[in-house]
């Protein structure tokens, strides 16, 4: 019997202490169908906050055993599991009324026509895109709806903190009892887990957690499309010097139709790749309602920040950032609306998740901890400037970053070109990323050793340093706007004072225009105006203009004489 890996390990602890007693596995169609609905860990960043460089006083609360937890709220709030086979939904009940009141759990594929609530920063229906899953809470633009595959727990969710309008297109359905033998076990695990850490065993304390959280996830397995087939490249009889060279090429022929890929191993082997039938069977509906209920609990407290007003930064899994002064609020909120204290270190509480590491190798209370600096630059990649108060009073600073896809070493190692410390060059190299820059991390800096493996599946030692490119499109976005906005302000001040300038010299022109023409010039038009005026028919004039015409002809004797200096004369011309 092959060795068992921890979650098939825990799997089977579970199978054999009742937790899946009465339950039907699914495969096939159905099991893919379930596949729909099943949604893993949760991570978003507020777009309010993305790519920028927060100040204030931030908290980072983390859930206690999520799914452990989950497994329980399910048994104890939602009365258990479903037990016996499912059901398609006939044409007639293909509504809410049925679903709600006639079965024990469903999956079904609705279509969402109105979203009626929006949650303030983190929404909560999920919308496949083509290669990410995003987070809405609108329809898209073009007026579309929304087609979605969810389970009943993620159905009343949408319903309850975004007051969704659907129909129900097609499902399943599970009408049997409930087993509620996975919460008490989950909890007996996480009880033994308290006591080996009272107990200062710390090993058996981590093999306790790793056995609750992997107790759901043999139930969601998928099955590889593919295996592998070892080939012999040299029969007996050739290796007893007789000529045979059509082996492997006679079995390669032979599952021509199911051979993916095939690479040589050494020299009498080949490695093949073929596809195979899919025969697996799974509880993928188990799975679906635990990650669906751990969702839930972080769904309350995320739509009671949303209606209370306050700030949620960012999310990841079973923990988030909020204002360090929102927690009291938040936690009197959450026990009057739910009956149980928020905050906590049981199952389904919420605890500090920040980590702080004191020069004497002692830990720092984590609820004496808050960030003062945050850069959300995106999705598993952020930085908190930590700062605690020590027991004795004394003020201590820290940090706590992650990058995804980078090594901690490659990481430090590249902010040495931002700070004279530790700690100012990893700062800048945030601060960088929140500025729009792309920084280059190298994955196995100076003294890191890479390992590389040939055909041959010999290992060697390389000396060649990889690096990858990190960025914030959020940030660079945003930087650039701002750019193009101040390029915008520019020219327009640019033009204003282009304008200006045009006027006044326009100004200045009609000016010595005016006052440089001579003498006999300003007769000659003003005789010639005088002129034109008396060929004119006084009767077709207009008032106006036959006022005009007097008060040309009455000024036509003196305008040789004409003082530009002195006074002009006024008159009234509508009196006229």
């Known amino acids: 019997m092959p060795p068992l890996l921890l979650a098939s390990y825990a799997n089977r602890y579970m199978g054999h202490n009742g937790s899946f007693d009465g ?38 609360l983390d859930a206690v055993s999520l799914y452990p937890s989950a497994i329980l709220y399910v048994c104890e709030q939602l009365g258990g599991y479903p037990t016996g086979p499912c059901e398609m939904l006939a044409p007639e009940q293909l509504n809410y009324d049925f679903l709600r009141t006639q079965t024990t759990e469903y999956t079904v594929t609705i279509e969402i026509t109105a979203i009626g609530k929006k949650q303030r920063d983190i929404p909560f229906i999920k919308v496949n895109l083509k290669d990410s899953i995003d987070y809405v809470n609108d329809l898209p633009d073009d007026g579309k709806s929304i087609k979605a595959t969810v389970d009943r727990v993620t159905l009343e969710d949408w319903i309850e903190f975004h007051q969704i309008t659907f129909t129900v297109l097609q499902g399943m359905f599970w009408s049997g009892p409930r087993n509620t033998t996975f919460g008490n076990i989950q909890r007996k695990i996480f009880d033994g887990r308290l006591a080996a850490k009272k107990a200062g065993e710390v090993a058996r304390a981590g093999i306790y957690k790793l056995i609750g959280n992997s107790a759901y996830g043999k139930t969601i397995q998928k099955t590889s499309p593919t295996d592998k087939l070892m080939i012999e490249c040299i029969s007996t009889r050739e290796r007893d010097h007789e000529q045979s060279e059509t082996n492997y090429r006679l079995t390669l022929y032979n599952n021509l139709h199911l051979i993916k890929s095939f690479r040589f191993v050494g020299e009498h082997q080949i490695e093949a790749t073929r596809y195979k039938v899919d025969q697996g069977y799974t509880l993928a509906h188990i799975g679906s309602q635990v990650l669906a209920a751990s969702k839930r609990l972080m769904n309350r407290v995320f739509n009671l920040a949303s209606d209370m007003g306050f700030n949620l930064y ?18 009197a909120a959450f026990a009057v609306r739910y009956g149980f204290p928020l905050l906590g270190k049981d199952m389904m509480q919420f605890h500090s998740d920040f980590t702080f590491k004191l020069p004497n190798g002692k830990s720092l209370d984590a609820e004496r901890v808050y960030s003062t600096d945050f850069w959300p630059i995106g999705k598993k990649l952020y930085c908190h400037a930590l700062e605690g108060e020590t027991e004795e009073g004394e003020l201590v600073k820290s940090k706590q970053f992650k990058c995804k896809g980078c090594t901690h070493e490659g990481l430090l190692y590249k902010s040495r070109e931002y700070g004279d410390t530790e700690d100012e060059g990893v700062f800048g190299l945030y601060m960088n990323l929140s500025m729009g820059k792309t920084i280059e991390v190298p994955l196995n800096p100076p003294g890191q050793t890479r390992f590389v493996y ?17 960025r914030s499109k959020a940030a660079q976005a945003r ?24 006027e006044e ?3 200045e022109e009609e000016e010595d225009v005016f006052y440089d023409l001579p003498d006999s010039t300003r007769d000659s038009w003003r005789s010639s105006a005088a002129a034109m005026m008396m060929t004119m028919d006084s009767k077709s004039l207009s008032p106006r203009l036959q006022a005009s015409q007097t008060l040309v002809e009455s000024s036509q004797g003196s305008v040789g004489s004409c003082d530009l200096g002195s006074e002009p004369q006024q008159f009234d011309v509508d009196a006229v």
């Open 23 to 60: 339950m039907y596995e699914l495969s096939g169609e159905l099991r893919a169908y379930q596949g729909q609905a099943v949604a893993g860990g949760r991570v978003y960043v507020s777009p309010r906050a993305e790519g920028k460089h927060l100040q204030g006083k931030f908290a980072y």
């Open 454 to 470: 040939d055909k041959d599946n010999r290992v060697s030692t390389h000396g060649k340093i990889f690096y990858r490119n990190i």
């Open 314 to 331: 960012y999310t990841d899994t079973d923990s988030f950032v909020c204002d360090h002064g929102a927690v009291p609020h938040l936690a």
């Open 505 to 507: 010299e326009e100004e």
């Open 479 to 502: 930087v650039a706007a701002e750019q193009k906005a101040a390029v915008a302000d520019r020219s327009m001040d640019t033009c204003c004072q282009q304008v200006e300038l045009e």
